[in-house]
T-cell receptor, first 112, second 117 residues
Framework: DGGITQSPKYLFRKEGQNVTLSCEQN?????MYWYRQDPGQGLRLIYY???????QKGDIAEGYSVSREKKESFPLTVTSAQKNPTAFYLC???????????FGSGTQLSVL | AQTVTQSQPEMSVQEAETVTLSCTYD???????LFWYKQPPSRQMILVIR??????QNATENRFSVNFQKAAKSFSLKISDSQLGDAAMYFC??????????????FGKGTHLIIQP
């Protein structure tokens, strides 16, 4: 079945450590997105990518980095510069020209 | 920048009753899409209903319907015959039409819907 796979489901970060969240889709979608969800804050856009080897900052990109080397993969790195990384991270994708966004099941990141 | 406002942090309704969740948005665009997403305790985001701004007719999906007031920039969700499975966070979202809205959706902060048995 086609879909978006996020891994791991739970992730713990130590002080000063970079961690990478995985997002893979087999929907052949062009655009991919990373959102951060905090309690009472809704979803906020971190980064997005419309094509391979190109990506744009969203509203809260500071402390994060991404890459898009393959159409189906859009990993998110939470760097040590992100001082408040504890949140639920959602990856999404869509076909260009279609407004519907498909979501993965999310990764909960916590700080040890 | 576009903004989406959900003024009801929490709503409660009796099972089988009807409830309406409010959403307002701010935009200078004329063509756009509006959505309601449901997030149950599993935290999976599920699309409930969508509305295209150029369509005057309100969208309907089974027990879910919207009241889209373009001039007032209002987009409320009505859930009829509420069921226990409707209990969830509900998010209103917006995206522009041009280019298929590739710059992503803007979300409200959500409304927590409680269903009283």
């Amino acid at each position: 079945d086609g879909g978006i796979t996020q891994s791991p489901k739970y992730l713990f970060r130590k002080e000063g450590q970079n961690v990478t969240l995985s997002c893979e889709q087999n929907l052949n979608h062009d655009a991919m997105y990373w959102y951060r969800q905090d309690p009472g804050q809704g979803l906020r856009l971190i980064y997005y990518s419309q094509i391979v080897n190109d990506f744009q900052k969203g509203d809260i990109a500071e402390g994060y980095s991404v890459s898009r080397e393959k159409k189906e993969s859009f990993p998110l790195t939470v760097t040590s510069a992100q001082k408040n990384p504890t949140a639920f991270y959602l990856c999404a994708s869509r076909r260009i020209g279609d407004e519907k966004l498909f979501f993965g099941s999310g990764t909960q990141l916590s700080v040890l | 920048a576009q903004t989406v406002t959900q003024s009801q942090p929490e709503m409660s309704v009796q099972e089988a009753e009807t409830v309406t969740l409010s959403c307002t948005y701010d935009t200078s665009e004329s063509d756009y899409y509006l959505f309601w997403y449901k997030q149950p305790p599993s935290r999976q985001m599920i699309l409930v209903i969508r509305q295209e701004a150029y369509k005057q007719q309100n969208a309907t999906e089974n027990r879910f319907s919207v009241n889209f007031q373009k001039a007032a920039k209002s987009f409320s969700l009505k859930i009829s015959d509420s069921q226990l499975g409707d209990a969830a966070m509900y998010f209103c979202a917006y995206t522009t039409y041009s280019g298929g809205g590739a710059d992503g959706l803007t979300f409200g902060k959500g409304t927590h819907l409680i269903i009283q048995p």
